[in-house]
Nanobody, 121 residues
Framework: QVQLVESGGGLVQAGGSLRLSCAAS????????MGWFRQAPGKEREFVAA????????YYTDSVQGRFTISRDNDKNTVYLQMNSLKPEDTAVYYC??????????????WGQGTQVTVSS
């Protein structure tokens, strides 16, 4: 079992930055692929970014490529999402995800509770 707790969301103006953190419980964090998804009001949850167990491989949805960076610290059982040049369309609840597969895009086994990100224009 893995429990995921997100933090770092908030209100920011367009063009600003935020860093989300996701702290994971358990001693096997380094064996999980991790990722971030988001869900805007009235829309389905969508993939944002993924990172493999070692941190060597990352993958992004096109709309955040070049603006967001996913990283992980296996010693701290934490995955991060650095979000720069934020746009109003980035407004959503952001969810941390963990997977037993090579990448979360292949399937998610654990979800966090979500953290709200609001970008004002």
């Amino acid at each position: 079992q893995v429990q995921l707790v997100e933090s770092g969301g908030g209100l920011v103006q367009a063009g600003g930055s935020l860093r989300l953190s996701c702290a994971a419980s358990g001693r096997t964090f380094s064996s999980y692929a991790m990722g971030w998804f988001r869900q805007a009001p009235g829309k389905e949850r969508e993939f944002v970014a993924a990172i493999n167990w070692s941190g060597c491989n990352t993958y992004y949805t096109d709309s955040v490529q070049g603006r967001f960076t996913i990283s992980r610290d296996n010693d701290k059982n934490t995955v991060y999402l650095q979000m720069n040049s934020l746009k109003p369309e980035d407004t959503a609840v952001y969810y941390c995800a963990a997977s037993n597969r090579p990448m979360v895009v292949a399937g998610v086994d654990y979800w966090g509770q979500g953290t709200q990100v609001t970008v004002s224009s």
